[in-house]
C-alpha cells in the first residue's frame, strides 16, 4: 500500500485582504504551505506529496523554494477552476493501490497525530474525515427569524480527509455540482458512508488576517 498527501492551494485567498494567495503568506519566517508539505513530510506514514497550485503561481512557488532552500520531494500539479477540479487533477498522479490524505494548503498546523489517525482509519474504513464540534452556541436563520440548534449534533469538518484510492477516484467521476463543498461531500453523493473522527482545535484554516498571529503563536509553543 503506498500512502499519499494531496495538498489543495488553487483558490485565490480573497477573504485575506492580501496581494498573494493565503498560502504563501510568511509565517515564522517561510510561507505557510511550506510548513504545511513538512508536516506531511515529518509524519509517521512519510506519504509521497502531491501540491495543486493554480498554474500563474507554479514560477513563483518555485521561486519561493530557491529562496528558503527547500528541498522536501513534491509534485506540483495544476489547479481548476474550482475545488473539484484541483483534487480531480491532483488524484490523476495516484496510480495502484493507495490511500490518499486530501488537505487544505492554509491548515500548516496539523499534527502527526491526527495524519496518523487519519491513515489508519481510512486503511481500515476506507474514509476518514476528522471534525471538531463547536464551543459557541449556534442558530440558524429562518427567513427574518432565527432558531437554536443543538450544538452537540453541529461538526465543523477540517482535513485531512483521507481515502482509499478507489473510493475517491470513483466519487470523482460524477459531474461536478455547488454542493461539493469538501472531499466528503463528493464522497457522500456517490452512496459511501463518511466516517467521522476526531479533529484538533488547532488544525487551524488560516483565511483571515488575524488567524496567521495565532497560527505563528501555536507554532511557537510547538517548537
Not at 506540483?76 to 498522479?93: C, D, E, M, P
Not at 490511500?99 to 497525530?113: E, K, N, T
Request: aromatic share 10%; hydrophobic share 40%.
Amino acid at each position: 500500500m503506498k500512502y499519499y498527501a494531496l495538498i489543495v492551494g488553487g483558490g485565490a485567498g480573497t477573504r485575506m485582504g492580501t496581494d498573494i494567495p493565503k498560502q504563501f503568506l510568511m509565517l515564522n519566517e517561510k510561507p505557510v504551505l511550506m510548513h504545511t508539505i513538512q508536516a506531511f513530510y515529518l509524519s509517521a506514514y512519510k506519504p509521497e506529496i502531491i501540491v495543486v497550485l493554480n498554474i500563474d503561481y507554479h514560477q513563483y512557488w518555485e521561486k519561493l523554494c530557491a529562496e528558503h532552500n527547500f528541498n522536501i520531494p513534491h509534485t506540483l500539479v495544476k489547479a481548476g477552476r474550482q475545488r473539484f477540479y484541483s483534487v480531480k487533477n491532483g488524484l490523476t498522479y495516484i496510480k495502484g493501490q493507495a490511500i490518499v490524505a486530501i488537505h487544505d494548503a492554509v491548515r500548516p498546523l496539523v499534527s502527526d497525530s491526527l495524519i496518523t489517525e487519519c491513515f489508519r482509519e481510512a486503511e481500515l474504513k476506507g474514509n476518514a474525515v476528522c471534525s471538531v464540534q463547536p464551543s459557541d452556541s449556534v442558530r440558524r436563520q429562518l427567513g427574518e427569524s432565527t432558531e437554536t440548534i443543538n450544538r452537540d449534533e453541529i461538526f465543523l469538518v477540517q482535513t485531512p480527509q483521507t481515502f482509499e484510492i478507489g473510493i475517491i477516484k470513483k466519487a470523482y467521476k460524477q459531474p461536478y455540482r455547488v454542493l461539493f463543498t469538501d472531499d466528503a461531500s463528493v464522497v457522500e453523493a456517490s452512496g459511501v458512508k463518511i466516517n467521522m473522527i476526531p479533529g484538533e482545535k488547532r488544525n487551524l484554516k488560516i483565511t483571515f488576517p488575524e488567524d496567521v498571529p495565532i497560527a505563528e503563536l501555536f507554532l511557537q509553543k510547538r517548537q
